[in-house]
C-alpha cells in the first residue's frame, strides 16, 4: 500500500487526506497545533462556556468542491442549503432590503431578484445587470492589470452601486479592498455565483460549529481507512531531495512514497527555503486579516439566520441562536484598537442598524482577529499564481494559495487538496 505524508491538517489537508484514503492509500497527517482545521475551525472558549468558530464562514452553492468533500464524509447534514439565493440586508435606521430569487427558471430568477433589489437606484440595478450579463463575453487578457475598482468604473458604476452591492461580494470573498483586488480573479468569482445555475448563486450554512460540521467527520473518514494525525508537531526542516526527509520535533520521516504540502506560503518557505526557487521569480504574498466578534445575549431578539450591513464597518451578522457573531473582512482598518473599542464600536453599529437591539443585552463577547487569515489576491499575486507548479522535487504542492484559479476560501482549499490527491492518484 502506497504511503502520503501530509504536512498540515487544515481544510487542504484533511481534503488529500480523504481524497487519498478513499483510493486506499494510507496516509499520516502532521498538525503543529493540537488540534486539526486550520484557520476553519472551532473551539471552547472555557470563560462564555461554549463552542464557537475561530471565524464565521459563509459558503455558497457555487462551492462544488466543498459540497463533494462533505457529501463523501458524511457532513451534509450539518449543513443548511438554500433552496435560492435569499439575503437581507440593512441600512442605518433599520430598513431592510431582500434580495431574493424565486423558483422561477434560471437565470430568470435572479434578473428578477435583482430588479426588486432596492438598495440601489432602479438606473444602477440595470447597469449591474448589464455588467453581470457582459461577463459572457468577457476578454480576461483585458483584466490583468487593472483593480476591481477600475473594472467597475469602466462598466459605468456609481458609488452608490459599488458600496451597496459590489463591495458585498468582492470583499467578502477576496477579503481585501476593490482598489486591491485582482479584476481577474473577481469576474472569474462572479461567473462562477451567477451563471453557472440556479444553486451557484445559494448560501450555505453551517447547523454546527465548524469542527462539528466537518473535521470531525474527516478526521473518522480518514482513521476508518488507517490514516493517521499527529497533533502539536511542528516540522523544522524538509530536505532538498527527489525523496526528502521531513525533520519534526518529535520525528524524522523519509519511508513515504509522495509527501504533501498544505500549509500557508509563509510556512513552507520557513522549513524548505529552496522552495522559493522552484517556484515563480518575485512570488510573495501579503496577507489580510478577518475580524470575528461573537456576542453572547441574555435574550436574541434577531430571527434572520444571517444579515448583511450596508455602508458599516461591521458586513456581517450571523445568528448563532444564543449569540452573534458579527464579521468584518479586510479589518486592517481595526489595526491599534484596544478590544473594548471594538465592543463598543459594533454594539453602536447594531444598535444605529437595528431598533431591537441593546447594549445591555449582552451578556459576554469573544473577539478573533486572525491576522493571516488570506492572502491578498491582487493583480500581481493573481498572474503569478497561474505559474505555481503543482508539484517541486520530491514534494506536492495544496493550500488554497497554489493555482485554483479561486481567492482564499474554504472551496479553493478543499479544491488544493483534491488536486493533489489527483496527482498521486
Known amino acids: 500500500m502506497k504511503k502520503v505524508l501530509i504536512i498540515g491538517g487544515g481544510l487542504a489537508g484533511l481534503s488529500a487526506a480523504v481524497f487519498l484514503a478513499r483510493k486506499g492509500i494510507k496516509t499520516v497527517i502532521i498538525e503543529s497545533s493540537p488540534a486539526p482545521g486550520g484557520r476553519a475551525r472551532s473551539f471552547t472558549d472555557t470563560r462564555l462556556n461554549a463552542e464557537i468558530d475561530n471565524g464565521q464562514h459563509l459558503m455558497m452553492g457555487c462551492y462544488k468542491e466543498t459540497l463533494n468533500f462533505f457529501d463523501i464524509i458524511g457532513a451534509k447534514d450539518n449543513i443548511e442549503i438554500q433552496d435560492n439565493l435569499s439575503a437581507k440586508f440593512a441600512e442605518r435606521g433599520g430598513r431592510i432590503f431582500q434580495l431574493d430569487a424565486s423558483p422561477l427558471f434560471y437565470p430568470l430568477n435572479l434578473l428578477i431578484a435583482m430588479i426588486r433589489f432596492r438598495a440601489v437606484p432602479f438606473a444602477d440595478r440595470l447597469k449591474i445587470i448589464f455588467t453581470l450579463a457582459s461577463l459572457f463575453r468577457t476578454d480576461e487578457s483585458k483584466l490583468n492589470n487593472i483593480s ?31 482598489e486591491k483586488a485582482s479584476a481577474l480573479l473577481f469576474t472569474r468569482i462572479l461567473k462562477t455565483v451567477f451563471l453557472t445555475g440556479k444553486k451557484s448563486s445559494s448560501f450555505v450554512l453551517p447547523k454546527k460549529p465548524l469542527s462539528r460540521v466537518y473535521v470531525e467527520k474527516a478526521l473518522e473518514y480518514i482513521k476508518a481507512k488507517g490514516g493517521e494525525i499527529h497533533y502539536s508537531e511542528t516540522v523544522k526542516e524538509i530536505t532538498e531531495s527527489s525523496r526528502p526527509t521531513v525533520k519534526t520535533s518529535q520525528n524524522s520521516y523519509s519511508d513515504f512514497d509522495h509527501i504533501i504540502s498544505s500549509v500557508q506560503h509563509h510556512s513552507l518557505v520557513k522549513f524548505a527555503p529552496w522552495i522559493q526557487n522552484k517556484l515563480p521569480e518575485n512570488l510573495r504574498f501579503s496577507y489580510s486579516p478577518i475580524l470575528t466578534m461573537h456576542l453572547f445575549l441574555e435574550s436574541n431578539p434577531f430571527h434572520d439566520r444571517f444579515l448583511g450591513l450596508l455602508g458599516s464597518p461591521l458586513q456581517w451578522v450571523f445568528n448563532n441562536g444564543d449569540h452573534l457573531s458579527l464579521l468584518t473582512s479586510d479589518a486592517g482598518k481595526f489595526d491599534g484598537y484596544k478590544k473594548d473599542e471594538l465592543f463598543e464600536l459594533f454594539c453602536s453599529e447594531l444598535t444605529d442598524f437595528f431598533p431591537i437591539f441593546y447594549k445591555k443585552l449582552v451578556k459576554g463577547y469573544r473577539i478573533i482577529i486572525e491576522k493571516r487569515a488570506t492572502f491578498i489576491p491582487d493583480i500581481s499575486s493573481t498572474i503569478l499564481r497561474e505559474k505555481i507548479p503543482a508539484s517541486c522535487p520530491g514534494m506536492i504542492l495544496a493550500g488554497d494559495w497554489v493555482n485554483t484559479g479561486l481567492p482564499a476560501t474554504i472551496e479553493g482549499a478543499v479544491l488544493s487538496g483534491r488536486l493533489a490527491a489527483d496527482k498521486i492518484l
Open 148 to 178: 476591481v475598482k477600475e473594472f467597475l468604473r469602466q462598466k459605468g458604476q456609481s458609488e452608490r452601486a459599488i458600496s451597496s452591492f459590489w463591495e458585498i461580494i468582492s470583499v467578502g470573498t477576496l477579503n481585501t479592498s476593490t
